[in-house]
Structures are given as structure tokens and as C-alpha cells.
């Protein structure tokens, strides 16, 4: 699909969005950058890794965005398939040190693991080495902008002193090939102790590559996901479950879940179809997500690649959303 196809894809809805209040507007708007709260702001993307014109006009909005916002960025949500194709050191600095320039995004990009950050049966074919060598950036190079502590991490920002939101990252790549028996259940220990902790962060986020619903047409819900986090999601205050995998934007909310289901899988890669829905919206459409938290509310915005907002919501500190555009 050309650039040019994608932008032609329409918002697709179904009637229940009507009634429930759900509807983005036809016309996309300005995204809003001037947030008189103060707050932490940071950017969301996923599947991007392509480096290819697609991830390249996508970065440069992101860019383009950030210059305007009020306040600067506390950190880049990287969701997971950082790199197609075959993975060398050398890959590092044309496709992330330079694609996403210092001089435009001066802050952490925390990354997670996609299924095309192993390649087993994909493009690579180079396994968990191609994983590990993700890790080993990390490790090897303290002071990039490239976080990867681990396969599974959490974080507490500003600061763990007095942090606003604790973001939990999640590896969902349980397929033969990527994590062994004993890291699924080394990260699922993980996950128990992690919510066992005491945190005064107002908001609590879970954030892997893989979407655990979704209205993209060739796929349908984690089954698994569902099985091994669904309680979790419940038990527990998660305001959003962030995500990748599915090449499109969606915004989700689930009968049974107080969670906000957010996609953001449209950082390069070629897009995939999206099916209506009485759950949310959904586009086919490059682009990533822009999100503002405070104490008292969590703002987050759709934005595509021409640097408009589709569709944006506010989700305050009760648990209520209301749609902005």
C-alpha cells in the first residue's frame, strides 16, 4: 500500500458509537501542543522499524510535533518491531540514533520486544540473537536514548521518589522461538511481585507489542493474552494496555475492562485493514500517539502522518473518558 492509499482510508465506526458518545469527527484537527497543566508528555509508536520513506515521514512528524509542544518530552514509547529485515550493530544509528535525532527527541526511548525482534519464520530468520542484540545496545551503550533494561521492566517517571505514572513492559512473545518456557514464567513471577509493590504513581500503565483486543479485519483477540493478563488488567488500576503489532491506530474500551485499549502500530510498516466496531475507533492510517498525563487526567491524541488528530480522549483520575475530537 502507498503512502497516498493509506491516507484514504477512512475512519470506520459502527452505530453503537453513536449512542455511546464514541464518534471521532469526519474532519481531522489541529492536535492540540499548548497543555497550560503541567504534566509528563510522551510519544507512542510501534512496528516502525522499516527504514523506509514510511518510518522516515512518520519520524519527521513526530519531530515536527514535538518542536511545537509547551514542554518537552520525558520519553518515547518505542512498541516493538524496531527493526525489520536482518538486524547488524550497524543498523543502530542510520535507523534509530539518527532517524530520531537528538536535536528533536532530547529524551529515553523505552522499547519492548515484537515478533519481528526475534525473526523466527519472519524476515530474519536470526532468532533470539536478533533480541539480544537489541539488549545489548542497551547495555553496551549507556548513554543512548535506547532503553532496553530487559525483556520485561517497569519504570517509574518523573522519578521513583515521586513518580506520576509506573509503566510495566511486557514481552508477549510466547510463539516457539522467541521466549523460552523459562522466561514466560520468570516474566509472569515478574508481573505477580511488580503489582505486589507499593507505588504512590497516580496511574499504572501496561505496555507490550502485542494488541490483547482488536479490530484489525486479519486478526482477532489474544486468546492468550487474555488468559495470562486479562486478570491482571482486572484486578488491578491500568488505566491503558499500549501496544503495537496491528499496522494501524485504534482505541478500544472492552466490556468487563476499566482499562483504555490503545494500538499504535503504524510507525513505517504497511498498513492493515480495520473492521467497525461498537468498541472504538480504529484507522488505517500512519501515524503515532501523543499522551499527556497529570495527576488528574490522561489526555492522549491519534495523530497521522500529515500531523492531524483523528481522534483524541481524556480519561480522568475516576476512571471517566470523555471523546475530544
Known amino acids: 500500500m502507498t503512502r497516498r492509499d493509506a491516507l484514504k482510508k477512512t475512519v470506520l465506526f459502527s ?18 501542543t499548548n497543555f497550560p497543566e503541567q504534566g509528563l508528555h510522551f510519544l507512542a509508536m510501534g512496528d516502525y522499524g522499516s527504514g523506509n520513506d514510511r518510518q522516515r515521514a512518520v519520524a519527521q512528524q513526530m519531530a515536527a510535533f514535538a518542536k511545537k509542544l509547551n514542554a518537552p518530552l520525558a520519553a518515547v514509547l518505542a512498541l516493538g518491531d524496531n527493526f525489520y529485515g536482518k538486524l547488524t550493530p550497524e543498523r543502530f544509528k ?51 536514548r535506547w532503553k532496553m533494561p530487559a525483556k520485561w521492566y517497569a519504570v517509574e517517571l518523573p522519578e521513583a521518589k515521586k513518580p506520576l505514572v509506573k509503566i510495566i513492559f511486557l514481552d508477549g512473545s510466547f510463539f516457539e522461538g522467541a521466549m523460552t518456557p523459562r522466561e ?30 482488536t479490530q ?55 498498513m492493515y485493514e480495520v473492521t467497525p466496531s461498537g468498541r472504538g475507533f480504529s484507522k488505517a492510517i500512519l501515524g503515532f500517539n501523543h499522551i499527556h498525563v497529570t495527576t488528574d487526567s490522561v489526555t492522549v491524541q491519534f495523530i497521522d502522518v500529515d500531523g492531524q488528530c483523528l481522534h483524541a480522549y481524556r480519561r480522568s483520575s475516576k476512571g471517566k473518558v470523555k471523546i475530544l475530537t
Open 216 to 270: 484489525t479485519s486479519k486478526r482477532s483477540d489474544n486468546a492468550k493474552l487474555i488468559q495470562s493478563w486479562g486478570a491482571h488488567l482486572k484486578a488491578n488500576p491500568f488505566s491503558l494496555y499500549l501496544s503495537g503489532h496491528d499496522h494501524n491506530l485504534q482505541h478500544l474500551k472492552v466490556d468487563g475492562y476499566k482499562t483504555n485499549f490503545v494500538v499504535s502500530g503504524a510507525g513505517g510498516a504497511e
Open 94 to 144: 542510520p535507523h534509530f540514533e539518527d532517524m530520531y535525532a537528538p536535536a528533536d527527541f532530547d529524551c529515553p526511548f523505552y522499547a519492548c520486544l515484537g515478533n519481528h525482534d526475534y525473526g523466527p519464520g519472519y524476515d530474519s530468520k536470526q532468532g533470539p540473537a536478533k533480541a539480544q542484540m537489541q539488549l545489548d545496545y542497551a547495555k553496551d551503550n549507556p548513554s543512548s
Open 184 to 213: 514466560k514464567l520468570d516474566q509472569k513471577r515478574f508481573l505477580e511481585a511488580e503489582l505486589k509493590k507499593k507505588t504512590s504513581a497516580p496511574w499504572l500503565w501496561m505496555v507490550t507489542h502485542y494488541p490483547i483486543f
Open 15 to 32: 452505530s453503537g458509537l453513536l449512542t455511546a458518545g464514541w464518534l471521532s469527527q469526519a474532519n481531522a484537527k489541529v492536535p492540540n
